[in-house]
Nanobody, 124 residues
Framework: QVQLVESGGGLVQAGGSLRLSCAAS????????MGWFRQAPGKEREFVAR????????ENADFVKGRFTISKDNPKNTGYLQMNNLKAEETAVYYC?????????????????WGQGTQVTVSS
């Protein structure tokens, strides 16, 4: 089992920045990739970014457009999402998720483990 705990959310003005963290514990050696997702009120959860845990290859949603950067610190078993130039419509609960690579995954939203989420509120 892998446990994921997000932190770093909060209230920020439009145009501001936040850095989210996702601390992994448990069987961290089984992590193959870590992703970030978000869910706004009344909307479906959407993919933000993913990073390969060993090689560091990243995948980003189109709306990231250079504003968000996903990264990791393997010795700390922690992933990060640096978000710059935030917009009010990006207010959401942000989740991290991990894949172990041990099975076939159906869609980006299919992951083995999920964190509890951290609230990001962007005021206009």
């Amino acid at each position: 089992q892998v446990q994921l705990v997000e932190s770093g959310g909060g209230l920020v003005q439009a145009g501001g920045s936040l850095r989210l963290s996702c601390a992994a514990s448990g069987r961290t050696r089984s992590i193959y990739s870590m992703g970030w997702f978000r869910q706004a009120p009344g909307k479906e959860r959407e993919f933000v970014a993913r990073i390969n845990w060993s090689g560091g290859i990243t995948e980003n949603a189109d709306f990231v457009k250079g504003r968000f950067t996903i990264s990791k610190d393997n010795p700390k078993n922690t992933g990060y999402l640096q978000m710059n130039n935030l917009k009010a419509e990006e207010t959401a609960v942000y989740y991290c998720a991990a894949r172990t690579g041990s099975r076939y995954y159906i869609g980006r939203d299919d992951n083995d483990y999920w964190g509890q989420g951290t609230q990001v509120t962007v005021s206009s």
